[in-house]
């Protein structure tokens, strides 16, 4: 049985990965700093009937921060540009 996306969100912050980035001021933050922070798990849900319920949970921390949190965006045409730029440049970075 797959874990649904309310299950994993559970589950990271038992790992610690308690802040929510799509909130202000943390929003805000990412946008302003994303070199600060590195990409520790993708995680990929799938709708079963609506393509609206397709979404991607990114695990992220930074230790210069000291911060551990998630992001959460829309998959294909229901993505937000914001976060996809983000993910653009901490993917960049951590592939370098």
């Known amino acids: ?9 559970k589950e990271v ?5 308690s ?6 001021p943390w929003k805000d933050k990412l946008q ?4 600060d922070f590195s990409i520790d798990n993708i995680f990929r849900f799938e709708g079963m009937t609506n393509p609206e319920d397709e ?9 210069t921060l000291g911060l551990k949190g998630y992001l959460l965006n829309g998959y ?3 993505s937000e540009e914001w976060i996809d730029n983000v993910v ?9």
């Open 1 to 9: 049985m797959e874990s649904t996306l309310v299950d994993t969100i």
């Open 13 to 17: 912050d038992k790992l610690g990965y």
């Open 19 to 24: 802040i929510d980035f799509n909130r202000s």
């Open 32 to 35: 302003l700093n994303p070199t």
């Open 55 to 63: 979404a991607i949970l990114y695990t992220l921390s930074s230790a």
């Open 76 to 78: 294909g045409v229901y």
């Open 88 to 96: 653009h440049k901490l993917n960049v970075r951590n592939n370098a």
